[in-house]
């Protein structure tokens, strides 16, 4: 499986460092297509919900535990109707034709969007795939919902484009130093995620960029300092909550001070303990990049 890249932008001609007040235009366009049919679990939290989902998994085969360990990439703007090329190239590297195909053979928990993958072109395009996505999953038996994600940090790395707002890349917020402004990001980027159905992010980067050689963070880093990084990922995650978007804090601690890509090359830090530590913590001991994988 292909992982997700580091230099794409999002759709044709996003080049991804100049804000677009556009989100009104967003959301317009997806309402247009109607709502999002699954934005959430099967059951609440607390006492009740944990009873449910217990219940439920109790009921799962292990097939179906299993499918839901995975999030997957599938190609095509349809769930059930997409491009000739993308069956062929679903039918080679998945065995199966389509995205809801995908998930009555697999029951896989996740689906994650790429502009090459042709799964972002437009905003309504986008809410009918996820809207088709949904109703795959929940036609099957469990009825459960699959949580759509992408890679939206802004800056170079922006799997959706125009007319989504697009801020600058983490580096030029950190240059601001602004941890309102990195909120404001979240919420904003976050409401128009999940107007798409998208409900989690694989964003913001909280790697601490100290290596100038790094080919693979550089400027999608909020900069060099550890406790400055911690505070604007902290509010950015924040803004990502406030609009009911789950973000996923990345890469591994210390990526941030290697010089090869983890896409292509195995990234190794001979650092002693110590020296490993000051560099990826804050000084108030806040980890500046939980592990993941790359993307």
Avoid: C
Avoid at 127 to 133: E, K, M, P, Y
Avoid at 185 to 196: D, K
């Amino acid at each position: 499986m292909r992982d997700s890249g580091t230099g794409s932008t999002g759709n044709t001609g996003n080049t991804g460092n100049t804000a677009q007040p556009s989100r009104r235009t967003v959301l317009a366009a997806t309402a247009g297509a109607g709502a999002v049919l699954a934005v959430s679990g099967t059951a609440h939290a607390g006492p009740s919900g944990d009873r449910k989902l217990r219940a439920l998994i109790s009921r799962m085969t292990l097939e179906e535990k299993v499918g839901q360990l995975f999030v997957m990439r599938v190609y095509g703007h349809s769930a059930t109707a997409p491009d000739q090329a993308d069956i062929d190239a679903n039918l080679k590297e998945l065995g199966v034709r389509t995205a809801a195909e995908l998930i009555a053979t697999y029951r896989v928990g996740g689906i994650i969007y790429f502009t090459w993958a042709h799964n972002t072109r437009t905003p309504h395009q986008i809410a009918d795939l996820s809207n088709g996505i949904q109703k795959a999953s929940l036609d099957q038996p469990r009825g459960l919902p699959v949580l759509i994600a992408t890679d939206q940090e802004h800056g170079i790395v922006a799997r959706v484009g125009k007319p989504a707002t697009l801020f600058p890349g983490a580096m030029a917020i950190g240059a601001g130093g602004s941890r309102s402004d990195a909120r404001t990001l979240g919420r904003i980027g976050g409401a128009e995620l999940r107007a798409l159905g998208i409900l989690q992010d694989y964003s913001p980067d909280a790697d601490v960029n100290v290596n100038p050689a790094n080919p693979v963070i550089g400027v999608r880093s909020f900069g060099a300092d550890p406790d400055a990084v911690a505070g604007l990922v902290a509010a950015e995650v924040k803004g990502y909550q406030q609009s009911g978007v789950a973000a996923t804090a990345k890469h591994f601690p210390g990526h941030g001070d290697t010089a090869v890509d983890s896409h292509f090359g195995f990234p190794v830090i001979t650092h002693s303990r110590e020296l490993w530590g000051s560099s990826t913590r804050s000084p108030s001991g806040r980890p500046s990049g939980p592990a993941s994988t790359p993307s």
